[in-house]
């Protein structure tokens, strides 16, 4: 099973892409947690997507393709694999169909989390993020059982860089304008799902849930 998460900056995507790696044994791939694991271990890497990733900008095309389809191509994402924000550009989106197409394959769904702007940028201000493994709680709807520690390894939480209101403004601006033609794009392909991103995770993990299962 091959699925793609779209969706605003905030949206959940990772939160869902998280629990639906855990029920189908398949591998989360997050570009955005691929850019901050280079950022905190210094790569050359790293120090490229940073100059964009602050600004909340998106991260060149050639760059991101790169990763991610040398990412698709190890073993274990043979069964599948749930992709969290990518592609995140139309041309993203064409290189990935032609790798598919080439092995005769395609993406299964797409997954739209759907959140107006406005609940957006309250998420991010209380999201904080574990940058060792990549978990993500909210300071009131998702807590952790130890304030300021992952649940999962024991490093401290912080509030992401760009997660700042001014620079959340701007991954909103960038995102309606440069992401959500996606939506046009994997809806003519048949395979785009819309679920209610307001609702609590796990009502939306129902909702993927249900269309995963239908
Ligand atoms: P990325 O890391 O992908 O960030 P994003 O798309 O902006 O999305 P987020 O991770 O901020 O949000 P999310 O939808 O995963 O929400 P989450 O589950 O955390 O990318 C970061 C940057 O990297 C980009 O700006 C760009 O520069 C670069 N980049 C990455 N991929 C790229 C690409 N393909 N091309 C070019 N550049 C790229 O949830 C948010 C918060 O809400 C959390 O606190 C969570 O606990 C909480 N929450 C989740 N679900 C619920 C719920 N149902 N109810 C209440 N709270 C909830
Ligand atoms: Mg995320």
């Given at each position: ?119 957006i940028v309250k ?45 959340v403004l701007n ?44």
């Open positions: 099973m091959k699925i793609i998460m779209l969706g605003a900056p905030g949206a959940g995507k990772g939160t869902q892409a998280k629990m639906i790696a855990a029920k189908y044994a398949i591998p989360h791939i997050s570009t955005g947690d691929i850019f901050r694991a280079n950022i905190k271990n210094g790569t050359e890497l790293g120090m490229e997507a940073k100059k964009y990733m602050d600004q909340g900008l998106l991260v060149p095309d050639e760059l991101t393709v790169r990763i991610l389809l040398d990412r698709v191509a190890q073993a274990d994402c043979a069964g599948g694999y749930v992709l969290d924000g990518f592609p995140r550009t139309i041309p993203q989106a064409q290189v990935l169909d032609e790798a598919l197409g080439k092995l005769g394959d395609s993406i299964d769904y797409a997954i739209d989390v759907n959140v107006p702007d406005e609940n998420r991010m201000s209380g999201r904080r993020a574990c940058l060792t493994c990549g978990a993500t709680y909210h300071v009131e709807h998702i807590p952790p059982k130890k304030e300021g520690i992952c649940d999962n390894c024991g490093s401290p939480l912080v509030l992401r860089d760009d997660d700042k209101p001014e620079t991954r909103l601006k960038v995102y309606h304008d440069q992401t959500q033609p996606l939506i046009d794009f994997y809806s003519a392909k048949g395979v785009l799902r819309t679920v209610d991103g307001t609702q609590g995770m796990d009502d939306v993990f129902a909702s993927i849930v249900a269309i995963l299962e239908k």
